[in-house]
Nanobody
Framework: QVQLVESGGGLVQPGGSLRLSCAASGSIFSIVAMGWYRQAPGKQRELVATITNGGRTNYADSAKGRFTISRDGAKTTVYLEMNSLKPEDTAVYYC??????????????????WGQGTQVTVSS
């Protein structure tokens, strides 16, 4: 199993910056990718950014040019650097880890682990 602990959320003014962190523990060697998702009131959860163990990144159009996702050398912590924040960025941000689990007969399963979420509020 993988456990995820998030930190760094809070209140920031429009145009400001914020850095989110997510620390993974447990069966960390099974993780193949990590990412950040967010959910605003009345809206569905949406992808913000992902990063694979090989360093390939993927960003939502709304995040390109403003947000940067990264991982440490041990690949146990993922970060989200958010710049030029807008009120529409206000949401609960969730850390995600995708892992591979081996079943009998050599069958592999993908499983997504989620953090508890951290609130980001952008307001004057």
């Amino acid at each position: 199993q993988v456990q995820l602990v998030e930190s760094g959320g809070g209140l920031v003014q429009p145009g400001g910056s914020l850095r989110l962190s997510c620390a993974a523990s447990g069966s960390i060697f099974s993780i193949v990718a990590m990412g950040w998702y967010r959910q605003a009131p009345g809206k569905q959860r949406e992808l913000v950014a992902t990063i694979t163990n090989g360093g390939r990144t993927n960003y939502a159009d709304s995040a390109k040019g403003r947000f940067t996702i990264s991982r440490d050398g041990a690949k146990t912590t993922v970060y989200l650097e958010m710049n030029s924040l807008k009120p529409e960025d206000t949401a609960v941000y969730y850390c995600n880890a995708r892992a591979l689990t081996a079943q009998g007969m050599g069958i592999m399963y993908e499983y997504d682990y989620w953090g508890q979420g951290t609130q980001v509020t952008v307001s004057s």
